[in-house]
T-cell receptor, first 113, second 113 residues
Framework: DAKTTQPTSMDCAEGRAANLPCNHS???????VYWYRQIHSQGPQYIIH???NNETNEMASLIITEDRKSSTLILPHATLRDTAVYYC??????????????FGKGTLLTVNP | EAGVAQSPRYKIIEKRQSVAFWCNPI?????LYWYQQILGQGPKLLIQ????????DSQLPKDRFSAERLKGVDSTLKIQPAKLEDSAVYLC???????????FGPGTRLTVT
């Protein structure tokens, strides 16, 4: 079972920031937060991951709360091509544990013109 | 850098027939995954290979599904005999090692009639 909770759907205006929340209240100390997205009829695409510090790359920013029980993925200037299902996943990165990705149903982000 | 390749992209078969899917991972990636994605759900891991060895096949219906990665590069997933409930998108993914981010192929959409 997925260990995260996400809203089923969200809307965002083109050019505005999209903020996608994720709750992971049972996250363990060695588990990272991963974000993937899946555009219609394509395979999932890796976006970003983090442990406890905020992370930024060319696609997005990831803000993780201090208690690590929730996080927010930020797309700073959403475009129509960002319309997709966004998955938040927690997974260990070390320690010889099971590194399996367990996908939930994700959040359908619709960017409107 | 070439991505994960899958073929065919689409397949329609009748129930009780057999079908095979092929995956070529990103060059140098040791870990290969097969996922099943039923319409409206997130992908579910079927099997994970590390080089040519199976790491996790706990969710693979072994009475009808089989997979191999003989030389630690390409992989095939077979279903024999197919059932109506096998209608889904079959996704292949690869990662440099098991604890790295995964890169997904475009998937094969299987329809069983």
């Amino acid at each position: 079972d997925a260990k995260t909770t996400q809203p089923t759907s969200m809307d965002c205006a083109e050019g505005r920031a999209a903020n996608l929340p994720c709750n992971h209240s049972t996250i363990s100390g060695n588990e990272y937060v991963y974000w993937y997205r899946q555009i219609h009829s394509q395979g999932p695409q890796y976006i970003i991951h983090g442990l406890k510090n905020n992370e930024t790359n060319e696609m997005a920013s990831l803000i993780i709360t201090e208690d690590r029980k929730s996080s927010t993925l930020i797309l700073p200037h959403a475009t129509l091509r960002d319309t997709a299902v966004y998955y938040c996943i927690v997974r260990p990165n070390s320690g010889g544990s099971n590194y399996k990705l367990t996908f939930g149903k994700g959040t359908l982000l619709t960017v409107n013109p | 850098e070439a991505g994960v390749a899958q073929s065919p992209r689409y397949k329609i078969i009748e129930k009780r027939q057999s079908v095979a899917f092929w995956c070529n991972p990103i060059s140098g990636h040791a870990t290969l995954y097969w996922y099943q994605q039923i319409l409206g759900q997130g992908p579910k891991l079927l099997i994970q290979f590390q080089n040519n060895g199976v790491v996790d096949d706990s969710q693979l219906p072994k009475d009808r599904f089989s997979a191999e990665r003989l030389k630690g590069v390409d992989s095939t997933l077979k279903i024999q005999p197919a059932k109506l409930e096998d209608s889904a998108v079959y996704l292949c993914a690869s990662s440099l090692q098991a604890n790295y981010e995964q890169y997904f192929g475009p998937g094969t959409r299987l329809t069983v009639t």
